[in-house]
Structures are given as structure tokens and as C-alpha cells.
């Protein structure tokens, strides 16, 4: 959920300090920077964060099912059960 560099969208990050470490940490935007640190496929559901405005159809807490594939084509996304079996 924390993590040492903002990142993973164009969205603005909630920032917090961590107390033991004596550090800013940002409460987690995406997760498709594990793909970028070199994990082929990544899902997850659970909670994201982006500090930014609230209406209808935004909220700055919300949860999200996601997953990505590295070097996938559209054939792995319209199949997707064929791939995480």
C-alpha cells in the first residue's frame, strides 16, 4: 500500500510520513509498476488511492480489479481465463 516513490498513473498521490523511517511515502496509485520491476503478470483487487477531486463518478478511495500481461496481444485480453489458469 506504501510505497517510496509516487507513480504508476498521471494521478496526484495522498502522502504520508512514515514514522520509523523518517520518510514520505505515497499510498499506491496503480500496480503496473510490477510489471515494469520485471513480473510477467500482475492482478490484483484491493484498494487504490488518488488524491484529487470528488464527484459522481470519482472517489479518492476505490477498489479496482486489474491485471497485466507483458508482451500480451489483444488475444490474451479477450481470453483472459485461458491465460491465468
Request: one cysteine or more.
Given at each position: 500500500m ?18 520509523d ?20 503478470r ?29 508482451f ?14
Amino acid at each position: 500500500m506504501m510505497n517510496m516513490i509516487a507513480g504508476g498513473a498521471a494521478a496526484h498521490p495522498f502522502v504520508t510520513h512514515h514514522n520509523d523511517l523518517n520518510m514520505k511515502v505515497y499510498m499506491r496509485i496503480a500496480p503496473e509498476l510490477l510489471v515494469v520491476g520485471g513480473l510477467d503478470r500482475v492482478y490484483e483487487i484491493g484498494k487504490q488511492f488518488r488524491n484529487e477531486g470528488i464527484d459522481l463518478t470519482h472517489n479518492p478511495e476505490f477498489t479496482t480489479c486489474e491485471f497485466y500481461m507483458a508482451f500480451a496481444d489483444y488475444n490474451h485480453i479477450l481470453h483472459p481465463n485461458k491465460v491465468f489458469n
